[in-house]
C-alpha cells in the first residue's frame, strides 16, 4: 500500500488473532489413532491446506520419498488434510514415487483439532505467493514443532531456528533434510514448541491482537 502512494505515517499493521487450541477427549483421540492405525512406534506429520498448487504438496510428497522409511526408530506417517484440484495428481505423484503407503489423505476436516492433537509434528510447504497461513498459528496453538517453507507470510511471522524450522521455497531436498533434522534433535523440538506457544500468547492471541487495535486507536484519537 506505501508503494502504491499512500502515506507510510497512516498504514497500520494487525494481523489476526489465532483460534486458540480446542480441548478433545481422549477417548476420541484413542479412536482416531485406532481408525487411522497409528502405531506406538510412528511419527506422525500433518499438513493442512486446500490441494492446489500454492500450497506445495508435491514438494512435500517430493520430500516424502527422499525420507527413510524410519528414523531413530520411528515409522513417517504424513497426514494431508484438505481436497482439491491436485487430489488424483497428488496421488498419482506418491505412487509413482513409491510412498503410497505412507500417505493418508484425509480430506476435508470440518475441525481439523483431532488431527492436530495425534500429530508429531506439522509441516507447511507453501510457494511464496502464500500470505499468513494460518497453519503456522495452528502448529505454535497446538504444541508441535513445525518445518515451514520460507514463504511470504513464514519470512514476515517466523523466527527460523527459534519458532520454526524454515527451508527454501520448492525444494523438496531442502524440506526433506528438515524433517529429519527436526525428528532427530527432541531437544530443538522442545524449544520451537515453547518459542511457538509464547508466540501465540504474546503476539497472536485474541487479548493481544485487541490491545494493538486499542493502542491504535488510542493513538488516533490523539493525534486528530
Known sequence: MIQGGLPAERVFHIT????PARAVAADE???????IGVLPEDWIMVTAGRLIDVKGHRYLVDALSRLPAEIDG?????VVLGDGDLAAPLAEQARQAGVADRILWAGWQHDPAPWFHVADMVVFPSRDAETLGNVILEAWAYGK????SAFRGAREITRPGEDAWVVPCDD????????EHVIRNPGLQ????????ARIERDFSEAAVIAQYRALYAHLLDNR
Open 145 to 148: 514443532p513445525l518445518v515451514a
Open 172 to 179: 523438496g531436498a531442502a524440506l526433506a533434510a528438515g524433517i
Open 74 to 78: 520411528q515409522r513417517l506417517r504424513l
Open 190 to 197: 522442545r524449544q520451537m514448541v515453547a518459542n511457538g506457544l
Open 29 to 35: 483421540l484413542h479412536a482416531l489413532r485406532q481408525r
Open 16 to 19: 489476526n488473532f489465532a483460534d
